[in-house]
T-cell receptor, first 115, second 111 residues
Framework: AQSVTQPDIHITVSEGASLELRCNYS??????LFWYVQSPGQGLQLLLK??????LVQGIKGFEAEFKRSQSSFNLRKPSVHWSDAAEYFC?????????????FGSGTKLNVKP | DGGITQSPKYLFRKEGQNVTLSCEQN?????MYWYRQDPGQGLRLIYYSQIVNDFQKGDIAEGYSVSREKKESFPLTVTSAQKNPTAFYLC??????????FGPGTRLLVL
């Protein structure tokens, strides 16, 4: 069965420090992979996506993610975190079911940024 | 401005009452989705629709109903059969098999 695991429920980093959020998935074929960000009381905003090709993808707000097939991972990174990055981050896998792309979401990682 | 709108932002439900959450999109997307979000959990799919006048149950459809009479609109009704309706509800849309884009959400509270 398809699933997405985000092992870290909460992460705290200092402003200016680097960030890596982990995401592991279980899926039999090559998945579509996504990272979304959610501010409190808001909807989800797409940060970046991977469908195929270059395994290092660039997104908005200076984020990037790397697809590693051998590790079934799609970790999100940012070299220098800003206070405005404090939010909850969700990893998602799109699994093709007939002609429907069903999304499986991880349970999220809350990022806290220390000044 | 293209996007997805949800209304209301907050909704209060009394015992035994049905309430309807609105979702509209002007992105010309074919598919629309409803998700439920509870604290500490990921998003769970309630219903989805790939085309007008057709929709399918997701993983937690019990106590909910939908309609898709127009391409732009996909309202969700939370019926009195849903015993634990307090949650944040998110609507999304996409071209079929493509990236899903989300609305701002509706928070449903029980009085």
């Amino acid at each position: 069965a398809q699933s997405v695991t985000q092992p870290d429920i909460h992460i705290t980093v200092s402003e200016g420090a680097s960030l890596e959020l982990r995401c592991n998935y279980s899926y039999g074929a090559t998945p579509y992979l996504f990272w979304y960000v959610q501010s409190p009381g808001q909807g989800l905003q797409l940060l970046l996506k991977y469908f195929s090709g270059d395994t290092l993808v660039q997104g908005i707000k200076g984020f990037e993610a790397e697809f590693k097939r051998s590790q079934s991972s799609f970790n999100l990174r940012k070299p220098s975190v800003h206070w405005s990055d404090a939010a909850e981050y969700f990893c998602a896998v799109g699994a093709a079911l007939y002609n429907f792309n069903k999304f499986y979401f991880g349970s999220g990682t809350k990022l806290n940024v220390k000044p | 401005d293209g996007g997805i709108t949800q209304s209301p932002k907050y909704l209060f439900r009394k015992e035994g009452q049905n309430v309807t959450l609105s979702c509209e999109q002007n992105l010309n997307h074919d598919a629309m989705y409803w998700y439920r979000q509870d604290p500490g959990q990921g998003l769970r799919l309630i219903y989805y629709s790939q085309i007008v006048n057709d929709f399918q149950k997701g993983d937690i459809a019990e106590g909910y109903s939908v309609s898709r009479e127009k391409k732009e609109s996909f309202p969700l009704t939370v019926t009195s059969a849903q015993k634990n309706p307090t949650a944040f509800y998110l609507c999304a849309s996409s071209f079929t098999e493509e990236t899903q884009y989300f609305g701002p959400g509706t928070r449903l509270l029980v009085l």
